[in-house]
Nanobody, 116 residues
């Protein structure tokens, strides 16, 4: 069983930057494609970015392209999301998990609030 712990969220103003971290506790990590998700207020969870097991293939949703960067450290079992040029529409709770298939249990997420 994998336990996910997200951190790094905060309240920032438009244009600010944050770096989110996700620690995975468990036996399986380095072989999995991972993703960052977010859940905006009153909306469903959406995929923000994905990264392949070795980091060679990355995907971003259109609204964050050029502003967010996903990366991972398989040795430390961390996945990161560098968020620059934040906008109010980036507000939400951010989670990490597998990119597809039967997902791991969700962590508590980390709250990102961007004010204009």
């Amino acid at each position: 069983q994998v336990q996910l712990v997200e951190s790094g969220g905060a309240s920032v103003q438009t244009g600010g930057s944050l770096r989110l971290s996700c620690a995975a506790h468990g036996d399986i990590f380095s072989m999995e494609n991972l993703a960052w998700y977010r859940q905006p207020p009153g909306k469903g969870r959406e995929v923000v970015a994905t990264i392949s097991s070795a980091g060679g293939r990355i995907w971003y949703r259109d609204s964050v392209k050029g502003r967010f960067i996903i990366d991972r450290d398989n040795h430390k079992k961390f996945v990161y999301l560098q968020m620059n040029g934040l906008k109010p529409e980036d507000t939400g709770v951010y989670y990490c998990n597998l990119a597809h298939g039967q997902l791991w249990p969700w962590g508590q997420g980390t709250q990102v609030t961007v004010s204009s």
